[in-house]
């Protein structure tokens, strides 16, 4: 399991290494319009996860929970997946079309505003809509995959898929020519490839086990059709929805309020801030199977103190990461990009954008034991609430304020949610002991970061110091800092043991 786990956080960091090496080419080659339309090719892509919803997870959920040395087993999780790869088919066609009519009808050039020939947006976008869609052909094998603990076998995939995306697509840039048309015609060839490996591993594990008798699976009355589906990943598909909605509708919507070469600096504040999630998904795969393990295990305390535990180390190392964008943001870009335009224009959205990545990383623990707790309707519910008053106002701030209208309703709709949903469920996992060291270490963990760095910030400064010198230092005291904060939490957790 270490070393399972070891490959698939490597992956994870090797991705996060190869983002922050191909950004500045790609804006250099594409340039910031270019770098613009993949910065709307990421959010389409996030919006389009409502075809998904939560149904990966329930094919996970789904190949977990059987015994598959039981020949009946297998046959009957067999045919639920192949009415999963069903439905997705329908959807895919669907999603294809779209991607069609847009180019015939020049939907996407005549909603952004761009120096650009208007049939270079509207190929790129088409050619976005149709990589996304031909992707999802490949979700049922995915969530096959990560049920069954192939996790050498994704990491694997994924390794590939990185490489393919960014490095080998600036090779291919470089070597045929700088047009946003060929990146994305590349995309499409790297999505099809991502498909046939993960087909290939999933068409093995098949082939390695019995699955005669598959026309007599599940004869035992249970009907598979839409409301079984949504039966079977439960409050997944509404939180999954939601999320995709209130997260991504108000980027889509400024990305036709802005010219693209606007959106471009946006994206790229985006994606720094984004990086944050990138480097919480393997801690996620990790805690939803241990909460889950934990809480129907016979001791409820060790449920309890591993959710402490979590959101002790969460804070420990993201607060140092949250601020570090939010104070250092104009350095860090500048130090990556070498433009000091792009560096002050992108700064000014990274730190708030951080800032709202790091509440909602907390909240995403508290989800993960809600999950785990069989609370997930209650959490559903709430975030029912939040969605309903946060949507249509930060659809408004895209359009009246901006970016700094998306910015800041990230940061507050994060706050906000915080309150009304987080806090409530930590009363009930915690004790007031446990609640109230929880609270101060966090709170002196996130003031004591925030201070140092802004006292650093005050000694020294990118003007007076050589890049590589100021980045050293820089680096050395985000690693001090790491240090103290996990002996805090340390400290917090023997105290609230003892």
Same mark, same amino acid.
Not at 32 to 51: K, N, P, S
Not at 159 to 177: K, N
Not at 376 to 390: D, G, P, Q, T, W
């Given at each position: 399991?270490?070393?399972?786990?070891?490959?698939?956080?490597?992956? /994870?960091?090797?991705?996060?290494?190869?983002?922050?090496?191909?950004?500045?080419?790609?804006?250099?080659?594409?340039?910031?319009? !270019?770098?613009?339309?993949?910065?709307?090719?990421?959010?389409? /892509?996030?919006?389009?996860?409502?075809?998904?919803?939560?149904?990966?997870?329930?094919?996970?959920?789904?190949?977990?929970?059987?015994?598959?040395?039981?020949?009946?087993?297998?046959?009957?999780?067999?045919?639920?997946? *192949?009415?999963? /790869? !069903?439905?997705?088919?329908?959807?895919?066609?669907?999603?294809?079309?779209?991607?069609?009519?847009?180019?015939?009808?020049?939907?996407?050039?005549? @909603?952004?505003?761009?120096?650009?020939?208007?049939?270079?947006?509207?190929?790129?976008?088409? %050619? @976005?809509?149709?990589?996304?869609?031909?992707?999802?052909?490949?979700?049922?094998?995915?969530? #096959?995959?990560?049920?069954?603990?192939?996790?050498?076998?994704?990491?694997?995939?994924?390794?590939?898929?990185?490489?393919?995306?960014?490095?080998?697509?600036?090779?291919?840039?470089?070597?045929?020519?700088?047009?946003?048309?060929?990146?994305?015609?590349?995309?499409? %060839?790297?999505?099809? $490839?991502?498909?046939? @490996?993960? +087909?290939?591993?999933?068409?093995?594990?098949?082939?390695?086990?019995?699955?005669?008798?598959?026309?007599?699976?599940?004869?035992?009355?249970?009907?598979?059709?839409?409301?079984?589906?949504?039966?079977?990943?439960?409050?997944?598909?509404?939180?999954?929805?939601?999320?995709?909605?209130?997260?991504?509708?108000?980027?889509?919507?400024?990305?036709?309020?802005?010219?693209?070469?606007?959106?471009?600096?946006?994206?790229?504040?985006?994606?720094?801030?984004?990086?944050?999630?990138?480097?919480?998904?393997?801690?996620?795969?990790? %805690?939803?199977?241990?909460?889950?393990?934990?809480?129907? !295990?016979?001791?409820?305390?060790?449920?309890?103190? @591993?959710?402490?535990?979590?959101?002790?180390?969460?804070?420990?190392?993201?607060?140092?990461?949250?601020?570090?964008?939010?104070?250092?943001?104009?350095?860090?870009?500048?130090?990556?990009?070498?433009?000091?335009?792009?560096?002050?224009?992108?700064?000014?959205?990274?730190?708030?954008?951080?800032?709202?990545?790091?509440?909602?990383?907390?909240?995403?623990?508290?989800?993960?034991?809600?999950?785990?707790?069989?609370?997930?309707?209650?959490?559903?519910?709430?975030?029912?609430?939040?969605?309903?008053?946060?949507?249509?106002?930060?659809?408004?701030?895209?359009?009246?304020?901006?970016?700094?209208?998306?910015?800041?309703?990230?940061?507050?709709?994060?706050?906000?949610?915080?309150?009304?949903?987080?806090?409530?469920?930590?009363?009930?996992?915690?004790?007031?002991?446990?609640?109230? $060291?929880?609270?101060?270490?966090?709170?002196?963990?996130?003031?004591?970061?925030?201070?140092?760095?802004?006292?650093? +910030?005050? *000694?020294?400064?990118?003007?007076?110091?050589?890049?590589?010198?100021? #980045?050293?230092?820089?680096?050395?005291?985000?690693?001090?800092?790491? $240090?103290?904060?996990?002996?805090?939490?340390?400290?917090?957790?023997?105290?609230?043991?003892?």
């Amino acid at each position: 399991m270490k070393s399972a786990l070891v490959s698939l956080y490597g992956v /994870q960091i090797y991705s996060v290494f190869i983002t922050i090496f191909a950004t500045p080419l790609l804006i250099k080659f594409l340039g910031t319009e !270019g770098y613009g339309l993949i910065g709307l090719y990421f959010v389409i /892509q996030m919006l389009l996860q409502i075809v998904d919803g939560g149904f990966t997870g329930t094919i996970t959920k789904l190949t977990a929970q059987r015994d598959l040395s039981n020949s009946t087993n297998v046959t009957g999780l067999d045919k639920s997946l *192949q009415y999963f /790869q !069903g439905v997705l088919n329908k959807a895919v066609l669907i999603v294809l079309l779209i991607s069609g009519i847009v180019y015939q009808t020049d939907t996407a050039s005549s @909603m952004i505003e761009s120096s650009l020939p208007g049939s270079i947006i509207d190929m790129s976008v088409s %050619l @976005m809509i149709a990589c996304i869609a031909i992707r999802f052909l490949s979700l049922p094998d995915r969530g #096959l995959l990560q049920g069954l603990e192939r996790q050498k076998t994704l990491a694997l995939t994924n390794f590939t898929i990185v490489t393919l995306r960014y490095p080998a697509a600036v090779a291919i840039l470089v070597l045929l020519s700088a047009d946003v048309v060929h990146f994305f015609c590349f995309q499409l %060839l790297v999505v099809l $490839v991502e498909v046939a @490996m993960l +087909k290939y591993f999933s068409l093995a594990y098949w082939k390695s086990v019995d699955i005669s008798g598959r026309s007599k699976a599940l004869d035992n009355g249970v009907n598979l059709d839409f409301k079984w589906l949504i039966d079977q990943s439960g409050g997944l598909w509404t939180i999954s929805v939601l999320w995709v909605l209130v997260s991504q509708i108000d980027k889509l919507v400024l990305s036709f309020s802005v010219p693209l070469e606007a959106f471009g600096i946006f994206s790229l504040a985006l994606v720094s801030a984004n990086l944050m999630l990138t480097m919480f998904v393997p801690i996620n795969q990790i %805690l939803m199977p241990r909460f889950v393990k934990l809480y129907e !295990g016979p001791d409820s305390g060790a449920f309890t103190s @591993m959710v402490f535990r979590a959101i002790q180390f969460y804070v420990c190392f993201f607060s140092v990461v949250a601020s570090g964008l939010y104070i250092f943001g104009e350095e860090l870009l500048f130090l990556w990009t070498r433009s000091s335009e792009l560096s002050v224009g992108a700064s000014v959205f990274l730190g708030y954008l951080a800032i709202g990545n790091f509440i909602h990383g907390i909240t995403n623990i508290i989800f993960i034991t809600s999950y785990a707790s069989g609370d997930l309707a209650e959490y559903a519910k709430r975030y029912m609430i939040h969605v309903s008053l946060v949507l249509p106002i930060s659809v408004y701030s895209a359009i009246a304020h901006q970016e700094y209208g998306v910015v800041l309703v990230w940061v507050f709709g994060a706050f906000g949610f915080f309150l009304h949903t987080t806090v409530p469920f930590l009363r009930r996992i915690f004790e007031f002991r446990t609640a109230l $060291v929880s609270i101060v270490s966090a709170f002196f963990q996130i003031m004591l970061t925030s201070g140092a760095m802004y006292l650093f +910030k005050s *000694q020294f400064t990118l003007v007076a110091h050589p890049n590589l010198d100021f #980045l050293i230092l820089l680096t050395g005291l985000a690693l001090l800092l790491l $240090v103290i904060n996990y002996l805090i939490s340390h400290v917090s957790i023997r105290y609230r043991c003892g």
